[in-house]
Structures are given as C-alpha cells and as structure tokens.
C-alpha cells in the first residue's frame, strides 16, 4: 500500500495550531514535500483523537531531510513532536539520516512543530502518518501489561508492550499464547 503525502494544512503561526482531529489515517507533511521547504517558517499541528480513551501513533515517512544540526543539537530547521498532557517533547528531529521511529502519545492529543529558519532549506522535508490507537491495560498475575490497538480502516493491528516481564511457573504456557489473547480480545 502506497501512502501519499497531501497539503501541509498546518497554522504558520507559534503563537497558533491547526487542530486536526483524528478519526482515521492521515498525513501531515512540510511544505513541498518532497522538494526543499521555504525559509522562515513556524507550523504547528494538534492532533486530536476523536475519542478521549485513544492515543494517536506517528510513523515517519522514510524520506526525510532537513537542515543538519550543529554539534549534534537540532536548532536550525527541525520537526518537534510534543505531548500536550505534560509538556515533555518526544523527541526534535532534523538531518538527512534515517528516518524517526514511530512515537505514540501518552494521550488523545500530539503537538508536531516544524521550524525552518531563514538559511539553507533541504530536501526531501518530512511527511508523518498518523492514526489512532486504542489502549487497553490489563492486569495479569498482579502485574501490568499494555495492549496497543491500531486502527487502519477494517483492519487491526495488535501489539503488547509489557512493564514488567513475564514470569510463569507453567512456561511455557499451556495453550500457547493464541488461547491467551483469544481470552483477553474476546468481544
């Protein structure tokens, strides 16, 4: 499946954001993705999800390229992704290397700033996929285990994240883990 990068549709403003809410995929990229962006620019993204119960999870197209940064410290031209519940930034990205990994917020909202100052443009620029995530914590054997649904038209995707590890005097479990998430992903 081929995903394409549509207008930027962010708010050239620091002062403002372009609030997006999320329901399905999308993308929100830099200007002339995948050219050199213009100069002197400041746009702001909020994500929302639809529902207050999901995250939102952001995949980095593989073409990315900014501005090198400078001592290893991104200060020139660069994209933020921020989460709005705390303040804490995720992670600021610039430089042609390999593409970020994917984030997921802490909550039903993600903040994308990308900053481009008034030298040396690059190319290709960014374009970041989104969607939403439905979480779901489970308790098992007194410990806590997060389970990660991602939402992609009719399809889901499942993934499990443990806090702690996984500790059995059965291992390996009886049943293998099939019988396990059919209990847990029953309806």
Sequence with gaps: MELHCGPPRGVQDPQHER???VSANGTIHSPRFPHAYPRNMVLVWRLVAVEENMWIQLTFDERFGLEDPEDDICKYDFVEVEE???GSVLGR????GAAPGKQI???NQIRIRFVSDEYFPSEPGF???YGVV???VLAFDGSSYDLSLLYSGTNATCSVETILGISSQLWPWAGGLRSFYAKVLRP
């Design 134 to 136: 439905l979480p779901m």
């Design 105 to 107: 917020s802490k909550g």
């Design 93 to 96: 990205w610039c430089g042609s």
């Design 19 to 21: 609030i997006i809410t």
């Design 127 to 129: 374009c970041i996929h």
């Design 84 to 86: 709005p519940s705390d």
